[in-house]
Structure formats: C-alpha cells, structure tokens
C-alpha cells in the first residue's frame, strides 16, 4: 500500500479517443508529479503541481493536459495521442517540491497507443 | 549536459553480494537518492545520501562520494525477492531529480 493511486491500470486508447488518467494521494503531500517511463530509459518528468500550482511543464505536447483540483487530485487529460506516447505513466507525491524529500509513487497507468 | 550513468543489467546468486554503481555529472549535488521498481509496480525509497560516506540500511547499504561524482547500492545475503530494477536519481543545484535509466537486477537459484 503505497499511498498513491491510479486508475486506470491499463488503457489502450486509438490516437483519436480522449481519455483521462487520474491520480489520489492519501499522504498529506503538497506536491505531485506526473512522470512517463518508457523502456530503458530515465524517468521523464511532465508536469509538477505544488500546492494545487502548476510550478513545471517540461516542453510536454500539448495533446497531454494536467489538471490539479485540489492537493489530493491529479488528472493527465489525453487527447489525439500517437503511437510514441505508448509507454507507463507514474503519478507522485512528496511533502513539497524540494526534490530533497522522497517521492512516493502510484503503480502507473499502462497506456498502449494504437 | 546532465547525466546518470548505471549499468543496464547485471546478475547475481542468492545468498551473494551484488554493487551496483552510479556515476554521475550533473550541475551541482544536492542528494543522490536509490529506489527499487519491481516489474509492473511503482518505484519505492530505498536510501538518500547527501553527504559522504555509507548508509546502511538491514541488507542494503548506499555508498556515495561526491568529489568522485559516484555512488553505489550493496544488497547483501540476496533473495529471489530483490529481482528488481534499481534506479539512480540525483538533485542538482536547481533541486532537480535528475534520473538514470534503472539497473535491472536478476536473481539466480
């Protein structure tokens, strides 16, 4: 029991659909991230909310859309995906967005593109 | 540039000893932090170091030197549960995690 939780586990979606992960954290925490983990390579970080505020969108297309109603919430609206959007998709929390504290994560949303 | 550098897999018996190494170059050091993934689950926190010097934790133990721009994980009397990938992350001077691509740790009988 980690804390986190996605939903759903698995998604495939064609490039035409519109879906919605979502993300709830029971920690307590103030920030969440959205990370993308493709197959042997580094964590990429997408989005970064601090406090229910955007603080970080790192160059993300725009066909991925964050939503943070609340310190608890996080949802990565998709829309008109492509194929290389295939991959697993972790959501985290931590205290803060000092990158000092850990971060804990969900299980991810595995999303097939077809 | 930034970067982590890990081995991309590596193989052990149970009940041995196994080092998995981490260098890395990046714009400042603010913590170096180790997490274990097991297939299809979420990562978790193993170990943070900040400053030099080895941490230990039960079986696990993190080692890191700053000025050499290195660290490693030891996982002692290994058991068949620690087939994970581990994963290097460090914070930069901007208080960025900066991530390598993860260590894939398979354990033989």
């Known amino acids: 029991e980690t804390g986190v939780t996605q939903t759903p586990r698995h998604l495939v979606m064609g490039m035409t659909n519109k879906k919605s992960l979502k993300c709830e954290q029971h920690l307590g925490h103030n920030a969440m991230y959205w990370y993308k983990q493709s197959a042997k390579k580094p964590l990429e970080l997408m989005f970064v909310y601090n406090f229910k505020e955007q603080t970080e969108n790192n160059s993300v297309p725009s066909r991925f859309s964050p939503e943070c109603p609340n310190s608890s919430h996080l949802f990565l609206h998709l829309h008109t995906l492509q194929p290389e959007d295939s991959a697993l998709y972790l959501c985290?929390?931590?205290?803060?967005?000092?990158?000092?504290?850990?971060?804990?994560f969900g299980p991810g949303t595995r999303l097939t593109v077809t | 540039g930034q970067n982590i550098d890990q081995p991309t897999e590596m193989t052990a018996t149970e009940g041995a000893i196994v080092q998995i190494n981490c260098t890395y170059q990046t714009s400042g050091f603010n913590g170096l932090f180790w997490y274990q993934q097991h297939a299809g689950e979420a990562p978790t926190f193993l170990s943070y170091?900040?400053l030099d010097g080895l941490e230990e934790k039960g079986r696990f133990s993190s080692f890191l030197s700053r000025s050499k721009g290195y660290s490693y994980l030891l996982l002692k009397e290994l058991q068949m549960k620690d087939s994970a990938s581990y994963l290097c992350a460090v914070v930069d001077s901007n208080y960025q995690l900066i991530w390598g691509a993860g260590t894939k740790l398979i354990i033989k009988p």
């Open positions: 170091n900040v």
């Open positions: 985290a929390s931590s205290q803060n967005r000092d990158s000092s504290y850990e971060q804990y």
